[in-house]
């Protein structure tokens, strides 16, 4: 399959901790990564690999994968934080990249 | 710094042709893949395609192949994408991204353009 499945929304309270979850079959084989994009924005990378944020990126922000799971962890959730996260990997034949339809986060 | 700055999108009818540019600066593009992704309004992003910044090899979303051609010129730091037979759903903010590659299991876009428009009129 190439497909990423995430769920279309989650939100979490100020200061608390989330994690948003991204499936499928090619994260078996390829480290997802992760980008938040705010409104009219361009996306940002925020996680890459196996746990690599880029500069500039907050420590609050983590990852991790198991089987055919990747996700991003939010430690100390903040206003700011609040947007559209979409996870990305090569796909399968890894010749191609997918990404996984967008988790809108709230934060409350 | 590293940044990339998009052009050339704008309104198209459908069945013609347009071309993207991406004028890349702050690094030595020869030695990154680049790609574009594409985002439909109100919808998620796509990723439409990408180009070795090694051999220069192509790959294409199954949904722009045959109609889109990407490509490079390392001596104007400059992306290109060639779009023709453009149909009504390739309208959408069309993204430049540079590839950054950890290992062949890692990798992923780490530098994004502010991004073009194309609206393809029925």
């Known amino acids: 399959s190439s497909e990423l499945t995430q769920d279309p929304a989650v939100s979490v309270a100020l200061g608390q901790t989330v994690r948003i979850t991204c499936q499928g079959d090619s994260l078996r084989n390829y480290y997802a990564s992760w980008y938040q994009q705010k409104p009219g924005q361009a996306p940002v990378l925020v996680i890459y690999?196996?746990?690599n944020r880029p500069s500039g990126i907050p420590d609050r922000f983590s990852g991790s994968s198991s089987g055919n799971t990747a996700s991003l962890t939010i430690t100390g959730s903040q206003a700011e934080d609040e947007a559209d996260y979409y996870c990305?990997?090569?796909?399968?034949?890894?010749?191609?990249?997918?990404f996984g339809g967008g988790t809108k986060l709230t934060v409350l | 710094e590293v940044q990339l700055l998009e052009s050339g999108g704008g309104l198209a009818q459908r069945g013609g042709s347009l071309r993207l540019s991406c004028a890349a600066s702050?690094?030595?593009?020869?030695?990154?893949?680049m790609s574009w992704v594409r985002q439909a309004p109100g919808k998620g992003l796509e990723w439409v395609s990408s180009i070795r910044g090694s051999d220069a090899s192509t790959y294409y979303a199954d949904s722009v192949k045959g109609r889109f051609t990407i490509s490079r010129d390392k001596s104007r730091n400059t992306l290109y994408m060639q779009m023709n037979s453009l149909r009504a759903e390739d309208t959408a903010v069309y993204y430049c991204?540079?590839?950054?590659?950890?290992?062949?299991?890692?990798?992923?876009?780490?530098?994004w353009g502010q991004g073009t428009m194309v609206t393809v009129s029925s």
């Open positions: 702050g690094f030595t593009f020869n030695s990154f893949a």
């Open positions: 990305n990997s090569r796909d399968s034949s890894g010749d191609r990249w997918v």
């Open positions: 991204a540079k590839v950054v590659v950890v290992t062949t299991m890692e990798d992923a876009f780490d530098v």
């Open positions: 690999g196996k746990n």
